[in-house]
């Protein structure tokens, strides 16, 4: 069983710095990853929005091929469908910065890593990966919702949608996993 230890707990700041890296660390691959699920999303509505048909059940083939791929792959797929090149580029660095930190962000601070202020350093990078998934994310989310707009769904009805299908999904995961 793991212990859970609190800051006001006897731990050192090594210990706390190290700690709150990998926080962050995991924060930063979290933000990528929801990116990713964006692009997902944005992807899945474009190829189906551009089907001129626009069922559910054409939505739901386009989410089910497009799931699973490499956040690269999917990014190939969407730029011809995105109209702005700085959007496009924003997406282009977020990839870069997703593939450094899941490939080598350890590996390239691994003297870093044993001092303090090459963990600071380490932190400050996690954070300003961060700001650019954050951002990345918000402005796909624009760009999305522009195109929302325009088959005439609003802000309100698409934040009820996502509503409506997350509630079903939490559904589905209790009766999954029924309480004892």
């Known amino acids: 069983m793991t212990e859970s230890v609190s800051r006001e707990q006897h731990i050192s700041d090594g210990d706390h710095q190290v ?3 990998f926080a962050q ?4 691959m979290y933000l990528a990853a929801n990116l990713e699920m ?3 999303s944005a992807l899945t509505f474009l190829q189906t929005a551009q089907s001129g048909k626009g ?13 699973g791929h490499t956040m690269g792959l999917i990014l190939k797929r969407l730029r011809p469908l ?3 090149p700085v959007l496009v580029q924003q997406l282009e660095e977020a990839l870069a910065e997703r593939n450094r930190f899941a490939h080598n962000f350890f590996v390239d601070h691994v003297l870093d890593f044993v001092s303090p202020q090459g963990c600071e350093l380490m932190l400050a990078e996690t954070l300003a990966a961060q700001s650019l998934f954050i951002a990345a994310d918000r402005e796909l989310s ?3 919702q522009t195109g929302l707009e325009s088959f ?5 009805q698409h934040r009820a949608n996502v509503a409506e299908e997350t509630a079903a ?3 589905k995961a209790k009766s999954l996993h029924p309480s004892e």
Do not use: M, Y
């Not at 660390?25 to 930063?28: A, E, L, P, T, V």
């Not at 069922?55 to 089910?64: C, E, I, M, V, W």
């Open 38 to 40: 964006s692009q997902v």
């Open 25 to 28: 660390f995991g924060k930063s």
């Open 55 to 67: 069922t559910q059940s054409l939505f739901d083939r386009n989410l089910a091929d497009n799931t």
């Open 142 to 144: 624009l760009f999305l």
């Open 152 to 156: 005439g769904v609003t802000p309100a």
């Open 19 to 21: 700690r709150e890296l």
């Open 169 to 171: 999904l939490w559904e």
């Open 82 to 84: 995105i109209d702005s």
